[in-house]
């Protein structure tokens, strides 16, 4: 490499790390009503209906708000309750990569993280946002939930919550999920949305009880399951010319011939490219009487199931593919193309060989390190490594799923 490539890699990661453009910012009243009317616009001619339930009024400041976090759009639903409070977001470093959005996000309020990952950046505008009387926002799970059911926090959340000593609230999201799944194309014509404001513990409270029984009562307060939650709302209907479409970016093996990757959708039907035509999705995002499964929720749990087998009756388990790496954009995108090589996930940890910026390297992450792999359904799976997210497209998008899932089982069996 030139010394002046060099040169411009630095400036480029000083860039990235310059604290002064991702430091948290006072709330801009004007623009952030411009983005929740608009969305809530769009909503609303999208067929979602929103209903709030606020059992506090107005929240004490400083204090923390503890979403669960079904549908990418939740912070429209969760504006209704706390908009007129400013609150401030901690919201995926990855959308701060691209100039013109960084500078959206900040003004309402957002301030980037990278996640699963220690982050000093992210802690010390928290930290600032709660000595400045302010409102924290934060959906703990930190990732868009895979089948619409609570997934796992990490427990240094509930340290950060033990030492702020402040008031801690909940927004309970049910409905949102199925209003716009991870997977799926657009909003559901029909879907209700319900958010409700309470309170979980007083700044007392905090201080008085132990770690593991603030995980507790965030767990309790904040678990959730769509299907179960549907199973109370007889009378809702999803509307959608693709019903299905999307669900083979998260179902990975067909149930009739155990084949991977031969999952194809169109409009609400389900087939295998091996076996033909396999099911069809309801307007209660449930499988035709007869098939294997009721739901998709429970085809997920049979081939995470067999995949654990697999790890544990193979201490040699390696999930390998070729992948094009893709790093922080340059201020106009989230990200661009860095290289390619091969990446390979085993009970060591995560490692990549291959190109990047023209260099060939080996970059790896120690089991420990790799919490959870985020995913984007059918498109790719990403690990932070600091303030630089590496972002892996893999060539058979819909395994993007299985390294989520896999990468949950190692820790899981190594912890």
């Known amino acids: 490499m030139t010394k002046d490539k060099e040169t411009n890699r630095d400036n480029f990661n000083k860039k990235q790390k310059g604290s002064s453009r991702n430091t948290v910012k006072k709330v801009n009243s004007f623009l952030l009503c411009v983005v929740y009317y608009g969305i809530r616009l769009y909503c609303f001619f999208s067929g979602v209906r929103v209903k709030t339930v606020n059992k506090v009024g107005k929240p004490e400041k400083p204090s923390i708000v503890l979403c669960n976090h079904g549908s990418f759009v939740d912070f429209i639903f969760l504006a209704p309750l706390l908009r007129k409070h400013k609150p401030n977001f901690i919201i995926a470093r990855l959308y701060f990569y691209n100039k013109y959005l960084r500078w959206l996000l900040k003004n309402i309020g957002g301030f980037p993280k990278s996640m699963f990952v220690m982050d000093m950046e992210s802690t010390k505008n928290c930290l600032k946002v709660l000595k400045s009387n302010g409102i924290l926002a934060m959906m703990p799970e930190a990732r868009l939930s895979t089948t619409g059911r609570f997934e796992d926090i990490q427990s240094n959340t509930y340290t950060f919550i033990k030492k702020s000593a402040v008031p801690v609230y909940t927004v309970k999201f049910s409905g949102d999920y199925f209003a716009n799944p991870k997977w799926g194309k ?230």
């Open 186 to 415: 657009g909003f559901r014509r029909g879907a209700v949305v319900e958010a409700e404001l309470d309170i979980l513990y007083t700044a007392e409270q905090i201080q008085a009880i132990s770690v593991e029984e603030i995980k507790q009562g965030v767990e309790a307060r904040l678990y959730y399951d769509e299907f179960e939650w549907l199973e109370r709302h007889p009378k809702i209907r999803y509307r959608s010319r693709c019903m299905a479409e999307g669900l083979e970016n998260i179902l990975t093996t067909c149930p009739e011939c155990n084949r991977k990757y031969t999952l194809v959708t169109k409009e609400n039907k389900v087939f295998c490219e091996h076996c033909g035509y396999l099911t069809t999705v309801d307007n209660r995002y449930g499988f035709t009487e007869g098939f294997r499964f009721k739901n998709f929720t429970q085809w997920y749990d049979w081939q995470k199931a067999l995949l654990t087998r697999e790890i544990l009756e193979n201490p040699n388990y390696v999930l390998s593919s070729r992948v094009e790496l893709r790093l922080p954009g340059n201020g106009n995108g989230l990200t661009r193309h860095g290289g390619q090589g091969i990446c390979t996930l085993s009970r060591d940890g995560l490692t990549y060989e291959g190109t990047k910026d023209g260099e060939i390297i080996q970059i790896s992450f120690p089991s420990h390190q790799v919490y959870r792999l985020l995913f984007g359904a059918g498109e790719n799976f990403e690990i932070y490594d600091g303030e630089e997210i590496q972002y892996f497209a893999p060539e058979e998008k819909r395994s993007a799923v299985e390294w989520y899932m896999a990468s949950m089982i190692l820790h899981d069996l190594i912890k």
